[in-house]
């Protein structure tokens, strides 16, 4: 099972950007389809955006326009660079990989995006 490790989250204001990255303890090159959730204080866990193993994207109506996730195969890495923050993105922010074609998917443990002036 691959283990992920998150990180680049932190307190921003809003209208500011943050980069937040996931590094993968293994290739995720053509295995994983790969996936940012967040989960706002209170509420449920929601997906923010994802990526497959060809690099197909997909994006929360939210988000769009805003948010944009890429991948660095070579680093084992997934990216997702958020522009124009609102308050309303606050939340802790995990990453998923899922194995193309099954069920099997592991998370990591998050990090924290807090947008407040």
């Known amino acids: 099972q691959v283990q992920l490790v998150e990180s680049g989250g932190g307190l921003v204001q809003p209208g500011g950007s943050l980069r937040l990255s996931c590094t993968a303890s293994r290739s995720i090159f053509g295995i994983y389809h790969m996936n940012w959730y967040r989960q706002p204080p209170g509420k449920q866990r929601e997906l923010v955006a994802g990526?497959?193993?060809?690099?197909?994207?997909t994006y929360q109506d939210s988000v769009k326009g805003r948010f944009t996730i890429s991948k660095d195969n070579a680093k084992n890495t997934v990216y997702l660079q958020m522009n124009s923050l609102k308050p309303e993105d606050t939340a802790m922010y995990y990453c998923?990989?899922?194995?193309?074609?099954?069920?099997?998917?592991?998370w990591g443990h998050g990090t924290q995006v807090t947008v407040s002036s």
């Open positions: 990526i497959t193993t060809g690099g197909s994207t």
């Open positions: 998923h990989a899922l194995v193309a074609g099954t069920g099997l998917a592991s």
